[in-house]
C-alpha cells in the first residue's frame, strides 16, 4: 500500500470515531452513528404498503408522522425470521433531495451504545471485486468481538430512497441538514 493510500486510510477511519448505536441481526453486530439515531421505538403496529420492495415492511405512525419501515435482514439479503419480544425499531435520519427524512429500520435487538476509538477501527478487508458492500464503512474490534460500522446513508440507494418517497409518503422535515 503507498503512502498516499495509508494516509487516505488513516483519514477515513479517524471519520468514523465516536458513538455508535450496535445492534444485532442474526449473529451478527452492527453500528450505527448515534448522531443518525432519531430514537428507538419497540415493534408497533405497522402497515403493509403495496408495490414496494420485499425489504420494505410498510409504514408507521408515528406520533402523527408516517415513517417507512425497513426489514435490514431482507435489504441485506438474510432470512427472514417472526418478530420477537427484542425486536425493533430503529429511527434514523437521512438526507434525500436536500431535505432530512425519517426512516425506520427493523433490527432483531439494540445492544448498547459504544465510544469507538481510532485504534479500534479497520477498513473492510476486500471480500471480492462483485460484492458492493460500500454499506460498510469499517469494522471496529471491541473485545473478542467485530461490529460492522454502517453508513446509514448508503444503506438504501438513492433509487431506494426515491421508490420510498414515491410510494409511502414519507414527510420532510423543514430544516436542511441531517444528523451525520
Known sequence: ?????????????????????????SQEQYGVS??????????????????????????INLRGRIIPVV???????MQAIDDTEVTCIIVVEMT??????QIGILVDEVDEVLDIQEGQIDNLPSIGADMSMNYICGVAKISQRVVM???????LSAMDLNQLVKTTGIQKENNTSAAA
Open 1 to 25: 500500500m503507498s503512502e498516499q493510500e495509508l494516509a487516505l486510510n488513516q483519514t477515513n477511519i479517524r471519520e468514523l470515531v465516536g458513538k455508535y448505536l450496535t445492534f444485532h441481526l
Open 34 to 59: 448515534l448522531l443518525a439515531v432519531r430514537e428507538i421505538i419497540g415493534l408497533m403496529d405497522i402497515t403493509h404498503v403495496p408495490r414496494t420492495p420485499e425489504y420494505v415492511r410498510g409504514v
Open 71 to 77: 426489514d435490514l435482514r431482507l435489504k441485506f439479503g
Open 96 to 101: 434525500y433531495e436536500d431535505q432530512v427524512i
Open 149 to 155: 460500522l454502517l453508513d446509514i446513508q448508503r444503506v
